[in-house]
């Protein structure tokens, strides 16, 4: 089998990781030219989290980084001890505390990164200030989009949505109420908080 090589030199995360990611999926392993000590700690823990060997180098080319599957596991689907869907529940529409303005990059790779490379949830719930992300003008509502034709339910507070008043401006998903939103949280194996 030949390794397929990736270029990622350039690139912030998640990018390398994702591509690193899809090239094991297809192929079993790849080898990943990286420039930045982010991307060669994120690529090295991306490849001990699928079960992979990984051996890195620093070549005239940048940090070189090969990855080779130990063995035939399925990469995909969450894998965990408990029972029940998995539920991101969203409750803003930036991530983490602090500016508001790195809150919302980060938000946006955080969707970008759950759409393109992570296992897909069961739910995903909008709640607070976070129901304007699944309105227009959503610089993540492409990503909930893919993820909802993925299969994944989008479920968006009703009662957060005429407060905000943005109920018409629902873009994907389904105007859910408290009583929904609460079943699915209990029934949930994994809770997943942004």
Same mark, same amino acid.
């Given at each position: 089998m030949t390794e397929k090589e990736i270029d990622a030199r350039g690139l912030a995360c998640p990018a390398p990781?994702?591509?690193?990611?899809?090239?094991?999926?297809?192929?079993?392993?790849?080898?990943?030219?990286?420039?930045?000590?982010? !991307?060669?700690?994120?690529?090295?823990?991306? !490849?001990?989290?699928?079960?992979? !060997?990984?051996?890195?180098?620093?070549?005239?080319r940048g940090t070189r980084i090969s990855i080779t599957r130990k063995n035939d596991e399925e990469l995909s689907g969450v894998t965990s001890p408990e029972t029940g869907p998995v539920v991101v529940v969203v409750s803003a529409d930036t991530m983490g505390r602090g500016s508001e303005d790195l809150g919302k990059v980060l938000v946006r790779s955080f969707f970008h990164t759950m759409n393109e490379g992570l296992p897909r949830p069961d739910a995903v719930i909008f709640y607070n200030t976070g129901a304007r992300l699944a309105t227009e003008g959503s610089e993540v509502l492409e990503d909930i989009r893919a993820m909802e034709r993925k299969g994944t339910e989008i479920l968006v507070c009703g009662t957060c949505l005429d407060f905000l008043k943005i109920k018409d401006k629902l873009a994907v998903g389904t105007v859910s109420n408290m009583y929904t939103i609460a079943e699915t949280l209990f029934a949930a194996g994994r809770l997943i908080r942004i």
């Open positions: 990781v994702l591509m690193a990611k899809k090239a094991v999926e297809e192929s079993g392993g790849c080898v990943i030219y990286v420039d930045n000590a982010a !991307a060669r700690e994120n690529v090295s823990r991306l !490849a001990r989290a699928l079960g992979c !060997a990984a051996t890195v180098e620093e070549t005239d």
